[in-house]
C-alpha cells in the first residue's frame, strides 16, 4: 500500500483557549475565535481567519506554547531523549515497511536536528546504506518553498539559515515522495505547531504532487488544538514515541 498525502483544508476546533471552562459555540458548533468575540456576538465565527484581533491572539498563544514545549524538551534527560529517538526512529521503520514510501526510486525527506529535536540520523544512515535515497531541506529563500537537496553520509555540509547543517548547493535538488516534519506541538486533527517561520506549511502547499508528510515529535507535546488558521497544512501522520498518533 502506497503512502497517499491527504487532501484536507483547515479546520476550527471545538474548544476554546485555556481549559475549556470558559469556552463559547456559535450556533454551528464552533469555537468562538480565541479574542472571545463571542461574548460580544455569540454567532461570531471567522472560518478564514481574517479577523485581526484572532490572529494576533492565536500568533501570541502560539509564542506562549512554543516556550513551554520547548523549555518541557530541553529538561529531558540524555537516556530518555537517546530512548525516545530510538522509539520514534522504530516506528518510522515499520511504517515504511507497511507502505511502499522511501522503497526503490522513492525519496525520503529527513530534517537535521536542531534545538533538542529527536535524533534520526542513524536511520538516514541505514536507508541511505539499504538503497532508498535522502534528502534534507534547505532554506534557501526567506519566506519561500523549502528546497530538497540530496544527502548521503559523505556529503560536505555547510551551514544555512540558522546555522543548520545543510548539503552544499551543488547537491542535486530533488521533490521528495515523504516529508519528516519536526513537531514542536501536535494536537489530534494531525494540525503541527513548529517554529512559526511557516516553511513546511509554505511547502506542501507548493509542491506537486504533495509528498506524504509525518510529523515526529513527543506524546507529550499533544495540545487540545493549535487554533490552525488558514494557511496550516495537517500532516498525514503523527508519529511520537509511542507509536501512530494519527493517520496511518
Known amino acids: 500500500m502506497a503512502l497517499t498525502a491527504r487532501k484536507t483544508t483547515p479546520a476550527f476546533r471545538s474548544s476554546a483557549m485555556g481549559n475549556g471552562s470558559n469556552s463559547f459555540k456559535s450556533e454551528g458548533g464552533f469555537a468562538s475565535p480565541p479574542c472571545m468575540a463571542a461574548e460580544v456576538d455569540p454567532g461570531y465565527f471567522d472560518p478564514l481567519a481574517v479577523d485581526p484581533e484572532q490572529a494576533r ?92 537537496r540530496l544527502w548521503t553520509p559523505e556529503t560536505r555540509m555547510e551551514r544555512g539559515h540558522w546555522n543548520i547543517p545543510v548539503p552544499p548547493r551543488d547537491a542535486p535538488e530533488v521533490m521528495p515522495d515523504v516529508v519528516l516534519a519536526p513537531l514542536m506541538g501536535w494536537d489530534s486533527e494531525g494540525y503541527r505547531l513548529g517554529y512559526g517561520g511557516g516553511y513546511f506549511d509554505r511547502t506542501l502547499a507548493a509542491l ?34 509511542r507509536g501512530i498518533e494519527v493517520g496511518g
Open 57 to 148: 491572539d492565536v500568533a501570541r498563544w502560539r509564542t506562549a506554547e512554543r516556550k513551554r514545549l520547548r523549555e518541557a524538551r530541553r529538561t529531558l534527560s540524555s537516556p530518555r531523549r537517546k530512548a525516545t529517538g530510538e522509539a520514534l526512529m522504530t516506528g518510522l521503520e515499520r511504517l515504511f515497511a507497511a507502505n511502499s514510501a522511501g522503497a526503490g526510486d522513492g525519496i525520503v525527506a529527513f530534517y537535521w536536528p536542531i534545538k533538542d529535536e529527536p535524533d534520526l540520523r542513524s536511520l538516514m544512515t541505514e536507508m541511505q546504506a539499504s538503497g532508498r535515497r535522502i534528502a534534507l531541506p534547505l532554506v534557501e529563500t526567506r519566506a519561500a518553498p523549502l528546497v530538497f
Open 208 to 241: 506537486s504532487p504533495r509528498p506524504f508528510s509525518i510529523g515526529v515529535g513527543l506524546a507529550a507535546a499533544q495540545l487540545p488544538t493549535i487554533y490552525p488558521q488558514s494557511h496550516d497544512i495537517p500532516m498525514d501522520v503523527i508519529l511520537t514515541e
